[in-house]
Antibody, heavy 118, light 109 residues
Framework: EVQLVESGGGLVQPGGSLRLSCAASGFTFSSYEMNWVRQAPGKGLEWVSYISSSGSTIYYADSVKGRFTISRDNAKNSLYLQMNSLRAEDTAVYYC???????????WGQGTLVTVSS | QSVLTQPPSASGTPGQRVTISCSGS????????VYWYQQLPGTAPKLLIY???QRPSGVPDRFSGSKSGTSASLAISGLRSEDEADYYCAAWDDSLSALFGGGTKLTVL
């Protein structure tokens, strides 16, 4: 059974940093693309970042470019999102999402809530 | 404001057929596949339709997708109370980003 379990969310002050992790199991992690997708409270879905199976190709949404860094450790079956210079508008549930290909998101984690507030 | 445009709400009675539209442009829907996701209240989104009109295993054939030019549609036939959810379209954009529609809240009356 495919499982994606996010961790690392919490309350952080504006300008602060946070690192999200996603532990993957039930599939060959190194064979799949991965993404982060977020959802602000009461709002719609927003794609945040993509990383290819090898980690060689990375894309970011304009809203996080230069502030967020996606990475993966295939030996540890883990995906990460380093978030710096956090803003109030980054407040959201962050989902770890497996991708078959671009936009083809076949499995989603349950999400971790990030709240940016003073 | 989302680049993929969906109606904010839709509704129907049990047994009815409803459609949800998704409008984009030549750089996204016009040149890439469309995907649909269903988000039941309080849960993570779930893949409903992939590559314009394909259903993952386990998704009832009451759900169908179509695409024409720069627009796409999700149709739900034989509407049931458990279909009440938020529905999102998605497509890759040639500017190297994934786009979601703003979402459509479906109410079963």
């Amino acid at each position: 059974e495919v499982q994606l379990v996010e961790s690392g969310g919490g309350l952080v002050q504006p300008g602060g940093s946070l690192r999200l992790s996603c532990a993957a199991s039930g599939f060959t992690f190194s064979s799949y693309e991965m993404n982060w997708v977020r959802q602000a409270p009461g709002k719609g879905l927003e794609w945040v970042s993509y990383i290819s199976s090898s980690g060689s190709t990375i894309y970011y949404a304009d809203s996080v470019k230069g502030r967020f860094t996606i990475s993966r450790d295939n030996a540890k079956n883990s995906l990460y999102l380093q978030m710096n210079s956090l803003r109030a508008e980054d407040t959201a549930v962050y989902y770890c999402v497996r991708g078959v290909t671009l936009c083809y998101f076949d499995y989603w984690g349950q999400g971790t809530l990030v709240t940016v507030s003073s | 404001q989302s680049v993929l445009t969906q109606p904010p709400s839709a509704s129907g009675t049990p047994g009815q057929r409803v459609t949800i539209s998704c409008s984009g442009s030549s750089s996204n829907i016009g040149s890439n596949y469309v995907y649909w996701y269903q988000q039941l209240p309080g849960t993570a989104p779930k893949l409903l339709i992939y590559r314009n009109n394909q259903r993952p295993s386990g998704v009832p054939d009451r759900f169908s997708g179509s695409k024409s030019g720069t627009s796409a549609s999700l149709a739900i036939s034989g509407l049931r109370s458990e279909d009440e959810a938020d529905y999102y379209c998605a497509a890759w954009d040639d500017s190297l980003s994934a786009l979601f529609g703003g979402g459509t809240k479906l109410t079963v009356l």
